[in-house]
């Protein structure tokens, strides 16, 4: 059973790296000018023709499409990426030095937003029709409907420029000394905007998961029968959960998507910040290295969330894991 | 024991219940009969005191002497928890889909009473083996259990409870016809035995013939006839009750 | 009766704002790109209704004109992203079997990859126009479209109707297009509205990064994009009014969403 479970699970993932990895090598075919050049980037001018040539053989240059793809994967998955047209570094090591950066941005992001949403959902749902039951419908739609930059531009002005409470861009001051704090204190309106702007959406999925929970028959067999409303409440936010973990996973693509916007506006020297210059500048095994490796991530948090889902999920652990 | 005196219940401007009157004797098993609509679990709502909150309710409903209408919401939490205890139809979803049993029988029973764990266990174990159900469930979930399995789970937390009055809220019809028949049996053992009071809602003519000591006929929010069950049975007074018997024999 | 209320307004806000953005030619008070170095950063006044920007530009002509621009990509792209979705669906939902299977695996496939990291991809090869921005969009939206579609489908082809037109003979493919127009359209159409939202903040999102509309044309998102320097010397209602249009778009869109999920829901249960 767990064989099965896991090898579906490997499937599906590798199915997503290969459309993502035809994304990427799509990219770098259709780019404009010498493959050669994309590959080697900056080093390009101080290679020689005959330098050159042996590139095009070793990658395959003058072989069909699909051959060079082969190629381009063999390499791929041994870690070599190519070089930056820009800054001529192994694309590998300047994505393994941003990759940290979005993982942290991300990570304390969701962490804080299933606290937040969590709280709220619960709250609200147990109290239908009160104040904060339909205050949080009408701000997860208000809050869907703010671009997330303008958001981050309007805490900028309160919290950085008006107030100074907080840098507006960055990851440490060179005062700061680059410790723990100091990161912490930059992280803080990346990581507010990006929490702002999802925690309505969760907290009310969350809430309907719970009403609609409340209202199901073992909660009624149970009241009829004088069962402490304390140990009701624990069994409906035990099943509201389920479909509640199952709906961050979904999402959980969208935050990458989502720091894309937030970096860039914070310089916060993630992946996302990477996506966009290397689009700017056209810097294309940079590019293409990014989106694998972005590709490469949400398959491995979707694994996590899956692992999660079997934890909670007694349906699902009596059947991949018999236990 | 219970006693229902004029009871009528209506629900945005709709009379759901008409007048009803009827008692429960003590050590006895009544049976309400009536097709659906009849207002049959309508009056085990208002027994339970759980109407919805706007209904509007005349009428007496009392239990050894004290009046349930007139009660406070926390006097029938209490009585729901220590006095009734009710078994409902759908056993397959009565109870939460994610907890193992021994949490969910715990809660409808020694948690109730202030037992421990332990006290729990060792009561529960040799209940669930006079209903001839294995130990094991205690560590399964409701999903890996039959409806038979866990409506016998239902009979077991009453079992444990010892309540004043147990109501069973057609407890047969997701069944199967075979669980059924052992159902029924362990419920005329259970008033034997230990001489609980059992109030059986059925639409099923057959069951209340074979189990019951006394009927309530309900047609359209209103009894129609009461009395024992071979009297109503074989000398039907009221033309509802020979229609129903008509039909059905 | 109250959802029904609702609807209409939010309908009447959003048709106001189509409107005046198709008609932006005659109602803009000024030449989008004409510049007054006479009144740079002139706030709001009698004179510029909403300001002009760091070239003297009139912010609500820009407006009107860069919500031409913003709302026409999310038109194109969504009329390209729907009939993409609706071939993909239709196909895997008709066929079903394992042509269903290797097309919703994919499908799943593409759904988890961050749409804005695709579009930004295609962006770096084919980035220059509106047009091009459009059709990228319309390329890369058409996912979840596709699974409705496919659903819809799928439930309609095991329908009661359906089997009895079969016995009378008609072609399955014409019973299931015609019905499923009839009867998939509330679900789609709020799909629809939905990726037309979508289409909006990816289009603001890009440009604001530099990586979408070209500058020099205006958007919302590009205006966006230029504002940024403009806070800092304290002229805020260059990035205000933008912000506050799409904010409202949107908005009108989640609620009509909203309001017509629900009474597909009402119907369905009824």
């Given at each position: 059973?767990?064989?099965?479970?896991?090898?579906?699970?490997?499937?599906?993932?590798?199915?997503?790296?290969?459309?993502?990895?035809?994304?990427?090598?799509?990219?770098?075919?259709?780019?404009?000018?010498?493959?050669?050049?994309?590959?080697?980037?900056?080093?390009?001018?101080?290679?020689t023709?005959?330098?050159?040539?042996?590139?095009?053989?070793?990658?395959?240059l003058?072989?069909?499409?699909?051959?060079?793809?082969?190629?381009w994967?063999?390499?791929?998955?041994?870690?070599?990426?190519?070089?930056?047209a820009?800054?001529?570094?192994?694309?590998?090591?300047?994505?393994?030095?941003?990759?940290?950066?979005?993982?942290?941005?991300?990570?304390?992001?969701?962490?804080?937003?299933?606290?937040?949403?969590?709280?709220?959902?619960?709250?609200?749902?147990?109290?239908?029709?009160?104040?904060?039951?339909?205050?949080?419908?009408?701000?997860?739609?208000?809050?869907?409907?703010?671009?997330?930059?303008?958001?981050?531009?309007?805490?900028?002005?309160?919290?950085?420029?008006?107030?100074?409470?907080?840098?507006?861009?960055?990851?440490?001051?060179?005062?700061?000394?680059?410790?723990?704090?100091?990161?912490?204190?930059?992280?803080?309106?990346?990581?507010?905007?990006?929490?702002?702007?999802?925690?309505?959406?969760?907290?009310?999925?969350?809430?309907d998961?719970?009403?609609?929970?409340s209202?199901?028959y073992?909660?009624?067999?149970?009241?009829?029968?004088?069962?402490?409303?304390?140990?009701?409440?624990?069994?409906?936010?035990?099943?509201?959960?389920?479909?509640?973990?199952?709906?961050?996973?979904v999402?959980?693509?969208?935050?990458?998507?989502?720091?894309?916007?937030?970096?860039?506006?914070?310089?916060?020297?993630?992946?996302?910040?990477?996506?966009?210059?290397?689009?700017?500048?056209?810097?294309?095994?940079?590019?293409?290295?990014?989106?694998?490796?972005?590709?490469?991530?949400?398959?491995?948090?979707?694994?996590?969330?899956?692992?999660?889902?079997?934890?909670?999920?007694?349906?699902?652990?009596?059947?991949?894991?018999?236990? | 024991?219970?006693?229902?005196?004029?009871?009528?219940?209506?629900?945005?401007?709709?009379?759901?219940?008409?007048?009803?009157?009827?008692?429960?004797?003590?050590?006895?098993?009544?049976s309400?009969?009536?097709e659906?609509?009849?207002?049959?679990?309508?009056?085990?709502?208002?027994?339970?005191?759980?109407?919805?909150?706007?209904?509007?309710?005349?009428?007496?409903?009392?239990l050894?002497?004290?009046?349930?209408?007139?009660?406070?919401?926390?006097?029938?939490?209490?009585l729901?928890?220590?006095?009734?205890?009710?078994?409902?139809?759908?056993?397959?979803?009565?109870?939460s889909?994610?907890?193992?049993?021994?949490?969910?029988?715990?809660?409808?029973?020694?948690?109730?009473?202030?037992?421990?764990?332990?006290?729990?266990?060792?009561?529960?174990?040799?209940?669930?083996?006079?209903?001839?159900?294995?130990?094991?469930?205690?560590?399964?979930?409701?999903?890996?259990?039959?409806?038979?399995?866990?409506?016998?789970?239902?009979?077991?937390?009453?079992?444990?409870?010892?309540?004043?009055?147990?109501?069973?809220?057609?407890?047969?019809?997701?069944?199967?016809?075979?669980?059924?028949?052992?159902?029924?049996?362990l419920l005329?053992?259970?008033?034997?035995?230990?001489?609980?009071?059992?109030?059986?809602?059925?639409?099923?003519?057959?069951?209340?013939?074979?189990?019951?000591?006394?009927?309530?006929?309900?047609?359209?929010?209103?009894?129609?006839e009461?009395?024992?069950?071979?009297?109503?049975?074989?000398?039907?007074q009221?033309?509802?009750?020979?229609?129903?018997?008509?039909?059905?024999? | 009766?109250?959802?029904?209320?609702?609807?209409?307004?939010?309908?009447?806000i959003?048709?106001?704002?189509?409107?005046?953005?198709a008609?932006?030619?005659?109602?803009?008070?000024?030449?989008?790109?004409?510049?007054?170095?006479?009144?740079?950063?002139?706030?709001?006044?009698?004179?510029?209704?909403?300001?002009?920007?760091?070239?003297?530009?009139?912010?609500?002509?820009?407006?009107?004109?860069?919500?031409?621009?913003?709302?026409?990509?999310?038109?194109?792209?969504?009329?390209?992203?729907?009939?993409?979705?609706f071939?993909?669906?239709?196909?895997?939902?008709?066929?079903?079997?394992?042509?269903?299977?290797?097309?919703?695996?994919?499908?799943?496939?593409f759904?988890?990859?961050?749409?804005?990291?695709?579009?930004?991809?295609?962006?770096?090869?084919?980035?220059?126009?509106?047009?091009?921005?459009?059709?990228?969009?319309?390329?890369?939206?058409?996912?979840?479209?596709?699974?409705?579609?496919?659903?819809?489908?799928?439930?309609?082809?095991?329908?009661?109707?359906?089997?009895?037109?079969?016995?009378?003979?008609?072609?399955?493919?014409?019973?299931?297009?015609?019905?499923?127009?009839?009867?998939?359209?509330?679900?789609?159409?709020?799909?629809?509205?939905?990726?037309?939202?979508?289409?909006?903040f990816?289009?603001?999102?890009?440009?604001?990064?530099?990586?979408?509309?070209?500058?020099?044309?205006?958007?919302?998102?590009?205006?966006?994009?230029?504002?940024?320097?403009?806070?800092?010397?304290?002229?805020?209602?260059?990035?205000?009014?933008?912000?506050?249009?799409?904010?409202?778009?949107?908005?009108?869109?989640?609620?009509?969403?909203?309001?017509?999920?629900?009474?597909?829901?009402?119907?369905?249960?009824?």
């Amino acid at each position: 059973m767990i064989a099965k479970w896991i090898g579906k699970r490997v499937i599906m993932g590798t199915i997503v790296l290969i459309v993502v990895s035809f994304l990427s090598f799509f990219i770098l075919h259709a780019a404009p000018g010498d493959p050669a050049a994309a590959y080697y980037g900056g080093n390009l001018q101080t290679l020689t023709t005959a330098e050159k040539e042996r590139i095009a053989q070793a990658f395959g240059l003058d072989k069909p499409v699909l051959a060079q793809y082969a190629i381009w994967l063999r390499e791929a998955i041994t870690g070599n990426l190519g070089y930056s047209a820009k800054e001529g570094r192994a694309v590998s090591t300047i994505l393994l030095e941003k990759l940290p950066n979005t993982l942290q941005l991300v990570g304390i992001t969701l962490m804080i937003l299933a606290i937040i949403s969590t709280w709220f959902g619960l709250l609200a749902g147990m109290k239908e029709g009160s104040l904060l039951d339909r205050g949080l419908s009408i701000f997860s739609i208000a809050s869907s409907a703010v671009p997330s930059f303008w958001l981050g531009i309007l805490l900028m002005m309160i919290f950085s420029v008006q107030l100074g409470w907080f840098p507006s861009s960055g990851m440490s001051d060179v005062r700061g000394g680059g410790g723990i704090a100091d990161r912490l204190h930059h992280i803080f309106l990346p990581v507010a905007v990006l929490v702002l702007s999802h925690v309505g959406i969760f907290a009310r999925f969350l809430q309907d998961c719970v009403k609609s929970e409340s209202k199901s028959y073992y909660v009624q067999v149970a009241r009829a029968n004088g069962v402490a409303e304390q140990e009701i409440r624990k069994n409906i936010l035990r099943n509201a959960f389920i479909p509640y973990v199952n709906y961050v996973g979904v999402t959980i693509p969208s935050f990458f998507g989502g720091s894309i916007v937030v970096e860039s506006l914070f310089g916060w020297s993630g992946l996302g910040q990477l996506l966009v210059k290397s689009v700017m500048v056209k810097d294309f095994p940079l590019l293409m290295g990014g989106v694998l490796i972005i590709g490469v991530v949400v398959v491995v948090s979707l694994f996590i969330i899956d692992v999660l889902m079997v934890v909670i999920n007694p349906k699902l652990r009596r059947g991949v894991l018999r236990c | 024991m219970l006693s229902i005196d004029g009871l009528s219940v209506s629900l945005n401007g709709r009379q759901l219940i008409n007048n009803v009157t009827f008692t429960v004797p003590k050590g006895r098993i009544t049976s309400i009969i009536g097709e659906s609509g009849s207002g049959k679990s309508m009056t085990v709502s208002a027994i339970l005191g759980l109407l919805p909150v706007h209904a509007q309710t005349s009428g007496a409903i009392s239990l050894n002497d004290k009046n349930l209408v007139e009660m406070s919401p926390k006097d029938k939490v209490e009585l729901r928890k220590m006095h009734f205890f009710t078994v409902f139809q759908d056993a397959a979803n009565s109870f939460s889909p994610s907890t193992k049993m021994k949490h969910q029988l715990f809660i409808f029973t020694g948690h109730k009473q202030g037992h421990s764990k332990m006290e729990f266990y060792q009561k529960m174990r040799v209940i669930l083996q006079d209903l001839d159900l294995t130990d094991d469930i205690m560590e399964r979930y409701p999903f890996e259990l039959s409806g038979g399995m866990l409506q016998r789970c239902m009979l077991a937390c009453a079992l444990y409870t010892e309540p004043t009055l147990l109501i069973a809220d057609e407890p047969t019809s997701a069944l199967d016809m075979l669980i059924q028949k052992d159902f029924i049996d362990l419920l005329k053992k259970l008033n034997d035995e230990k001489g609980t009071t059992i109030l059986l809602i059925t639409h099923d003519l057959d069951i209340a013939a074979s189990v019951a000591h006394a009927v309530v006929v309900m047609k359209k929010g209103e009894v129609v006839e009461t009395g024992q069950v071979s009297d109503v049975f074989d000398k039907p007074q009221h033309p509802y009750t020979k229609l129903l018997l008509e039909n059905h024999f | 009766m109250k959802s029904r209320k609702m609807l209409f307004f939010w309908l009447i806000i959003l048709a106001i704002i189509f409107v005046s953005t198709a008609f932006s030619s005659f109602l803009a008070p000024y030449e989008p790109n004409s510049m007054d170095m006479n009144s740079i950063y002139a706030a709001p006044s009698g004179d510029h209704l909403l300001g002009t920007d760091q070239l003297g530009r009139d912010v609500l002509s820009r407006l009107l004109v860069g919500g031409k621009v913003t709302l026409l990509i999310a038109v194109v792209s969504v009329v390209i992203s729907t009939i993409i979705g609706f071939i993909f669906g239709g196909i895997s939902g008709y066929f079903g079997g394992v042509l269903d299977i290797v097309m919703m695996r994919l499908l799943e496939a593409f759904l988890t990859i961050p749409s804005l990291v695709i579009v930004l991809a295609f962006q770096a090869i084919m980035r220059g126009s509106v047009w091009n921005m459009a059709v990228i969009m319309g390329l890369t939206g058409w996912f979840v479209t596709a699974r409705i579609v496919r659903s819809e489908f799928m439930r309609l082809k095991d329908s009661e109707f359906v089997h009895m037109a079969v016995m009378f003979r008609t072609p399955m493919w014409k019973i299931l297009f015609g019905h499923l127009l009839r009867n998939s359209f509330p679900a789609i159409f709020v799909v629809t509205l939905f990726n037309f939202a979508g289409a909006i903040f990816t289009e603001v999102s890009l440009s604001f990064l530099g990586i979408g509309v070209p500058p020099a044309t205006p958007s919302w998102g590009t205006m966006l994009y230029s504002a940024q320097t403009d806070l800092l010397v304290g002229a805020w209602w260059i990035g205000l009014f933008p912000g506050l249009i799409i904010f409202f778009t949107i908005l009108c869109l989640q609620f009509i969403g909203e309001a017509l999920k629900k009474q597909g829901g009402e119907r369905s249960h009824a």
